[in-house]
């Protein structure tokens, strides 16, 4: 999602520089010159990844005084992607990097660049929707780092209690509930739009994809393999343009929501003016810095589907922890111990002092703190019941880069969902063919 706090944010730097980069990087060799044995762990350059890494790094050296461990860093961004590309396919990537899970991390070519994890003890503790965002038919690749966060309805609890409003279980309940809300909520809205930041008018479709997946589970599958029938303009997933133009056409939404924030969005959410807003859980993050005390008056649901059997929530996964393939002997031990050590009980304390927790963990090894937002365990009762689903773009590596301009069309009664999806269809094509991929 583009601008989005999402898991883009957390990619890697530059293209081809990556030759130009000291060999100090690159994992051969032995120990340091102190007789420990010396490791190289890569993350992203922004403040909250490095502080994070430093912090990983410390405990662990602690624990393992026989090893020391180098951080590096590089800059975030779409460049990375060339760059992780580069050092792995040269050998002279870090024993230890940072990086996307899902499609992203299909691109590396995993089977050929990363060390297969698969037999690591604390691979049991992870879910089954993250192991398959790290994993290919050959191997598992990636150790969690970091929680999950939904991508959701985001309501307040007090709005809800107000009018006697039960959480939707089908979309029908939702419009349903938004009609009241309209009708009895003394000039709150029913339904916040913030198309000021035009990234977050993609929620109703790609908030979806959870139960576009329950309804066929082999749907981003044949999506990337362009099957006909996996179309936005076919249902199932055709059902997130056609919510956006709903709720535009029965006038839920805020008067603003043309100019609105995000940032002003989440501010309305926790005040109560208000009443719902699809959006991803990750940034109560605004609330906690602007309305500390209304935190815990935001709770969470998933976007309704036609059926409440088919109703779950879409997931954003964390990014992982990998090593390089170049890694051997010595280091490769160290290294294992370093990614085991993230998901021990230990490695969880870090995440938990210096993470941004916005869902549950993906590893049972991490237990969340007494004081994480109350809608992080509304999203882990999801969990427990098993009605989750990552997000397609952790399932395909197909995104248009129009859609955010596609959704607000829609979303604002300028294009019928019906043309919106064909031209979102149109969209993915030519980024697909971009790709190369076949069939396309």
């Given amino acids: 999602m583009k601008s989005s706090p999402t898991r883009r944010v957390l990619l890697a730097g530059a293209g081809i520089v990556a030759l130009a980069l000291p060999l100090a990087a690159c994992s051969g060799g032995g120990g340091s010159s102190d007789g420990k044995v010396e490791i190289s762990y890569l993350t992203q350059s922004d403040d909250p990844n490095t502080n994070q890494a430093k912090a990983l790094i410390a405990a662990f050296e602690k624990a393992n005084p026989d090893i020391s461990v180098k951080l590096e860093t590089q800059p975030g961004g779409t460049e990375g992607d060339n ?232 997931m954003w996964q964390p990014n992982a922890i990998y090593i390089a393939k170049s890694t051997e002997g010595d280091k490769l031990e160290a290294a294992k111990k370093f990614v085991a050590f993230a998901n021990s009980e230990e490695g969880c304390q870090v995440q938990n002092e210096g993470g941004s927790i916005a869902g549950p963990y993906v590893t049972s090894a991490c237990t969340l703190p007494d004081d994480v937002p109350g809608l992080v365990n509304d999203i882990q009762a999801y969990f427990d019941s098993g009605a989750t689903g990552s997000a397609l773009e952790f399932l395909s590596p197909i995104k248009g880069p129009n859609l955010e301009n596609i959704t607000v069309a829609v979303g604002s009664g300028i294009t019928p969902a019906e043309e919106g999806a064909a031209q979102y269809d149109d969209d993915v094509k030519k980024q697909a063919q971009q790709l190369g991929l076949e069939g396309w």
């Fill in 83 to 314: 760059l992780m590309k580069t050092k792995l396919s040269t050998d002279s990537m870090n024993d230890v990097f940072h990086y996307n899970s899902g499609s992203l991390m299909q691109a590396l070519n995993p089977d050929q660049t990363m060390v297969d994890l698969s037999d690591e003890d604390w691979v049991k503790d992870l879910t089954d929707d993250f192991k398959a965002v790290v994993s290919t038919d050959n191997g598992l690749y990636g150790a969690p780092w970091g929680t999950s966060f939904a991508g959701a309805v985001l309501y307040n609890k007090k709005v809800y209690e107000k009018l006697g409003l039960e959480v939707p279980t089908t979309w029908d309940e939702f419009i349903a509930n938004s009609e009241k809300i309209k009708a009895e909520g003394g000039g709150v809205a029913p339904i916040l739009q913030s198309f000021g930041d035009t990234w977050t008018s993609q929620l109703f479709v790609l908030g979806d994809f959870a139960n576009v997946s329950k309804v066929n589970p082999d749907w981003a599958e044949e999506y990337t393999a362009n099957d006909p029938k996996a179309k936005y303009v076919e249902e199932p997933a055709f059902a997130g343009f056609a919510h956006g133009a709903e709720v535009f056409e029965k006038g839920l939404l805020n008067e603003d929501f043309a100019s609105m924030t995000n940032a002003q969005a989440m501010n309305a959410l926790a005040e109560g003016t208000g009443a719902q807003y699809p959006m991803l859980s990750a940034t109560i993050s605004q609330v906690q810095q602007d309305n500390p005390d209304l935190v815990d008056d935001i709770g969470v649901f998933a976007l309704p589907a036609a059926d409440a059997a088919d109703t779950a929530i879409t």
